[in-house]
């Protein structure tokens, strides 16, 4: 009997809940891996599906969009679609789609995990006990920086921003924000206020990046933006890699123009600037602001639920434009 599902290409295995659904409705090119494929792979699977659900680690570009032609969505399984380039998309009537809102709270938790663990050396405590040398209980012991009361700069207000926000409450922080326009009042507690780049920079005691990686954010934060951070001040980067200069950042951290950072994302993934892993006022994890079981299962049910709907010949529910 000839098989009338439509076909998918999914670049990376996905949590099983989401395989099972997978496997029931589509025929797969082929049963994914858990590693990146390699470019020449990705493309050839793209070109022979109908639908696809890819990963921020797949570099879709212009050629590789023109080239599959029998395409009519690209599911990107993450709320950030840097990877694929969207005006080729648009130009070709591909639907580009992400996921956001169902990983918006894992990522805020992420966010003040890393947080908490850089001002409090959570990681160095860890490494102590495991390495044998723990003598016991000191005054002066891995001695950290209060987060409470403190002043929290957020830079980017949207969904993840805000929830990152919301959690300061718990910790008596105000919150400073940066966005080009300041959010409407009534879309804000009245306890965060707006302030220009250089001023959240220089007034905050932590700094915490939720801006998308564009031409206009890359490099938001370099050696002169550092400089204006106090000497005492922590910068945490749950967002994108590129929206630090990071050379500029193991320059600022071995001066101590900033007292630490908090890396979930790197400029180069997964290569880390060499200087880092020595620096033992950096948390460095390995981009996990998603990864709680509940959070992947339900972006792998968007995608689905974007790809139903445009093979469907509706309007894609996350459809990025
Ligand atoms: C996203 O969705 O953009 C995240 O970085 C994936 O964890």
């Given amino acids: 009997m000839t098989d009338i599902r439509p076909i998918l290409y999914l670049s990376r295995l996905l949590p099983d809940p989401v395989m099972a659904i997978v496997r029931e409705r589509f025929q797969l090119v082929q049963y994914p ?23 921020l680690g797949d570099r879709i570009d212009a050629e590789t969009i023109h080239a599959a032609t029998r395409l009519k969505i690209l599911a990107n399984y993450a709320v950030g679609h840097n990877n694929i380039d969207l005006a080729a998309a648009r130009q070709r009537g591909l639907t580009v789609t992400n996921t956001p809102d169902v990983l918006t709270d894992a990522t805020a938790d992420l966010t003040w995990a ?11 405590g860890d490494a102590l006990i495991r390495s044998g040398r ?17 002043t929290l700069g957020i830079i980017g207000m949207g969904r993840i921003g805000q929830a990152v926000a919301r959690r300061a409450v718990g910790f008596r922080m105000p919150v400073r924000y940066h966005t080009r326009q300041p959010l409407a009042t009534s879309s804000l507690s009245r306890e965060w206020e707006h302030r220009s780049l250089r001023d959240l920079l220089g007034e905050a005691d932590v700094v915490t990046i939720h801006v998308p990686l564009t031409p206009a954010t890359q490099h938001l934060i370099g050696a002169r933006e550092l400089a204006w951070m106090r000497p005492t001040a922590y910068l945490i980067n749950t967002a994108r890699g590129p929206i630090i200069d990071e050379w500029a950042l193991a320059d600022a951290l071995k001066l101590g123009i900033i007292a630490g950072a908090g890396l979930d994302v790197y400029e180069r993934e997964p290569a880390i600037h060499s200087a880092m892993a020595q620096l033992k006022q950096v948390v460095l994890l390995p981009h996990l602001g998603s990864a709680t079981l509940h959070a992947r299962v339900q972006m792998g049910l968007v995608c689905l639920e974007n790809i139903h709907a445009v093979l469907d010949g509706r309007p894609a529910p996350n459809h990025v434009h």
């Fill in 134 to 150: 723990w003598t016991g209980w000191s005054p002066t012991q891995l001695l950290g920086a209060d987060v409470s009361g403190k």
């Fill in 114 to 124: 890393l947080l908490l663990a850089t001002a409090r050396r959570v990681v160095e």
């Fill in 33 to 55: 891996h858990d590693t990146l494929p390699a470019p020449s792979v990705l493309r050839e699977g793209l070109c022979q599906a109908d639908a696809a659900i890819v990963t």
